[in-house]
């Protein structure tokens, strides 16, 4: 019974930038870690992003994207700046936590897409 509601996809040229957000709700006690993916067409879905307490990224994005968390709001960004083409995706959040009866979720969102064409 935990939600995620993604925002912020859309359609950027190449070197432009985009931020997607998450918010988790419901049936949240604890959240553990906050993470992104993404699936581009015809792909299996890759990690993208995770943040417990310091950020981890894909060879892929280093440089140009940034994770970030708010817990007060249960709610984790990607800033992705000098975006590519390959970077076009359907965009994923993931969260894992614990629940009010201290169960364990592992929860997704339901997608964003971010297509990057001139």
């Known amino acids: 019974q935990v939600q995620l509601v993604e925002s912020g996809g859309g359609e950027v040229q190449p070197g432009g930038s985009l931020r997607l957000s998450c918010t988790a709700s419901g049936n949240v006690f604890k959240i553990n870690s906050m993470a992104w993916h993404r699936q581009a067409p015809g792909k299996q879905r890759e990690p993208v992003a995770i943040?417990?307490?310091?950020?981890i990224y894909a060879d892929s994005v280093k440089d140009r994207f940034t994770i970030s968390r708010d817990n007060a709001k249960n709610t984790v960004y990607l800033q992705m700046s000098s975006l590519k083409p390959e970077d076009t995706a359907v965009y994923y959040c993931n969260v894992e936590g614990l629940t009010r009866s201290l169960r364990t979720f592992d929860s997704w969102g339901q997608g964003t897409q971010v297509t990057v064409s001139s």
């Open positions: 943040i417990v307490s310091n950020p």
